[in-house]
């Protein structure tokens, strides 16, 4: 999570002398994605030490407690420049010499960056070093001069990623804080497509909670609608086509979770209208990613599951298919696909199709850290158990589904 980043991060570079307990432990090691045996291995003990520290069973020494520290800090370290190698920076010093030479666009350069990441899967790199982008650029958008308006600028992209890969690790406070300093960030640009960005996030954000928190279904949609209504107020006549058209899809989907068909059918409507022909020719694409797929995908497959339409949702991802090839580049994207591939199936009630789709999600879900997409996948298996019981095709996969 974020907050685990950016708080024992800082501990563990700046305060060597602090004990680690086993909460922090436990914390340190899921969220860089290591097992026990690979930190007991680091630290020279075996594997049911690890557990027991963790467990609260034994405490920690202040010799151990030292040795964790460093190798932490070590793991995030190389985290730091392997992401910097993948962005094509050669050491942390290139952002200090840059200061004075075309500085705000290689920030910019970085940030973007840091979005391919997010999108081929390498979110811990992107956990590693966004947050020295949103230093640096709140810094600049906080004094007065040239570069405050376009450093406000990049500092409301970085916390629409910061959003976006808070959501996907269900750190829900953390993702609340980037949406709201997003739209912050944004109105001191002055920039409306942007502000309208960030409450996609914050859609999106609510959307999750909606599916995290059932009983709270209808506050959380209804929130994400009052983020919606906002957005809309902030369209013009000259705004992005594709930030629109993601913005009414988005909209199609919160109504068809509320059951609300005609205004879900309204908007899926309105987001073909608007939606561009080819979105990557969109000015307004690097910042989104929003491609035809999330047409098709989130404005119609995932309205139609809601509204228990499984052959309609079925020939939305045949359209997409066709016309975007993103689940076969980024592998976030392919989770959330086989997702939908399978609820549309679980919907049809073909099983094995079904637990086939489900466990490739799961196991990719796993492969690229996304903590949102893998309970998702297991919230979906734990409810077709219920549904069909001792079923042997569910029984025989069961593993693949523990947390």
Same mark, same amino acid.
């Given at each position: 999570?974020?907050?685990?980043?950016?708080?024992?991060?800082?501990?563990?570079?700046?305060?060597?002398?602090?004990?680690?307990?086993?909460?922090?432990?436990?914390?340190?090691?899921?969220?860089?994605?290591?097992?026990?045996?690979?930190?007991?291995?680091?630290?020279?003990?075996?594997?049911?030490?690890?557990?027991?520290?963790?467990?609260?069973?034994?405490?920690?020494?202040?010799?151990?407690?030292?040795?964790?520290?460093?190798?932490?800090?070590?793991?995030?370290? *190389?985290?730091?420049?392997?992401?910097?190698?993948? *962005?094509?920076?050669?050491?942390?010093?290139?952002?200090?010499?840059?200061?004075?030479?075309?500085?705000?666009? *290689?920030?910019?350069?970085?940030?973007?960056?840091?979005?391919?990441?997010?999108?081929?899967?390498?979110?811990?790199?992107?956990?590693?070093?966004?947050?020295?982008?949103?230093?640096?650029?709140?810094?600049?958008?906080?004094?007065?001069?040239?570069?405050?308006?376009?450093?406000? &600028?990049?500092?409301?992209?970085?916390?629409?990623?910061?959003?976006?890969?808070?959501?996907?690790?269900?750190?829900?406070?953390?993702?609340? *804080?980037?949406?709201?300093?997003?739209?912050?960030?944004?109105?001191?640009?002055?920039?409306?497509?942007?502000?309208?960005?960030?409450?996609?996030?914050?859609?999106?954000?609510?959307?999750?909670?909606?599916?995290?928190?059932?009983?709270? %279904?209808?506050?959380?949609?209804?929130?994400?609608?009052?983020?919606?209504?906002?957005? @809309?107020?902030?369209?013009?006549?000259?705004?992005?086509?594709?930030?629109?058209?993601?913005?009414?899809?988005?909209?199609? @989907?919160?109504?068809?979770?509320?059951?609300?068909?005609?205004?879900?059918?309204?908007?899926?409507?309105?987001?073909?209208?608007?939606?561009?022909?080819?979105? @990557?020719?969109?000015?307004?694409?690097?910042? %989104?990613?929003?491609?035809?797929?999330?047409?098709?995908?989130?404005?119609?497959?995932?309205?139609?599951?809601?509204?228990?339409?499984?052959?309609?949702?079925?020939?939305?991802?045949?359209?997409?298919? =066709?016309?975007?090839?993103?689940?076969?580049?980024?592998?976030?994207? =392919?989770?959330?696909?086989?997702?939908?591939?399978?609820?549309?199936?679980?919907? &049809?009630?073909?099983?094995?199709?079904?637990?086939?789709?489900?466990?490739?999600?799961?196991?990719?879900?796993?492969?690229?850290?996304?903590?949102?997409?893998?309970?998702?996948?297991?919230?979906?298996?734990?409810?077709?158990?219920?549904?069909?019981?001792?079923?042997?095709?569910?029984?025989?996969?069961?593993?693949?589904?523990?947390?």
């Amino acid at each position: 999570m974020n907050h685990i980043l950016l708080g024992f991060g800082c501990l563990l570079h700046n305060n060597r002398g602090f004990n680690v307990d086993g909460a922090m432990l436990r914390a340190l090691r899921e969220e860089r994605g290591l097992s026990q045996k690979a930190v007991a291995d680091a630290l020279g003990v075996d594997k049911p030490t690890i557990s027991k520290w963790e467990c609260g069973k034994r405490g920690i020494s202040p010799h151990h407690s030292k040795q964790i520290q460093e190798f932490f800090a070590k793991e995030d370290d *190389m985290n730091r420049r392997s992401a910097l190698r993948l *962005m094509g920076i050669v050491g942390l010093n290139a952002v200090s010499d840059a200061w004075s030479n075309d500085l705000l666009s *290689m920030y910019e350069r970085g940030v973007l960056a840091c979005l391919d990441l997010y999108y081929s899967g390498h979110t811990r790199q992107v956990e590693a070093i966004l947050p020295l982008y949103l230093q640096q650029c709140a810094a600049l958008a906080q004094q007065p001069g040239p570069l405050q308006i376009p450093a406000a &600028r990049l500092a409301a992209i970085a916390y629409i990623i910061s959003c976006e890969l808070a959501t996907d690790r269900e750190d829900y406070s953390a993702a609340a *804080m980037a949406g709201r300093r997003a739209i912050l960030y944004a109105q001191a640009a002055g920039n409306h497509e942007l502000q309208i960005a960030a409450l996609l996030r914050l859609i999106d954000y609510h959307f999750h909670l909606c599916s995290s928190q059932p009983l709270l %279904i209808d506050v959380h949609s209804k929130n994400a609608i009052q983020c919606f209504e906002q957005a @809309e107020s902030l369209f013009t006549a000259t705004m992005s086509p594709l930030l629109k058209g993601r913005v009414y899809a988005g909209a199609a @989907e919160l109504y068809a979770m509320r059951g609300q068909l005609q205004e879900s059918m309204r908007f899926m409507g309105l987001a073909y209208e608007s939606y561009p022909r080819i979105p @990557e020719e969109d000015p307004f694409y690097p910042y %989104i990613r929003a491609s035809r797929y999330s047409l098709y995908v989130f404005g119609d497959a995932q309205s139609r599951l809601f509204l228990h339409q499984p052959d309609e949702a079925a020939r939305a991802l045949e359209a997409m298919e =066709k016309e975007s090839n993103d689940p076969e580049r980024e592998p976030i994207t =392919k989770v959330d696909l086989l997702y939908y591939q399978a609820e549309i199936q679980r919907q &049809r009630e073909e099983r094995e199709a079904y637990v086939a789709a489900l466990v490739e999600a799961a196991e990719l879900a796993r492969k690229i850290n996304s903590r949102l997409y893998f309970n998702k996948l297991a919230a979906s298996y734990y409810r077709a158990k219920q549904r069909w019981g001792k079923d042997p095709s569910l029984s025989a996969v069961e593993d693949v589904f523990q947390l």
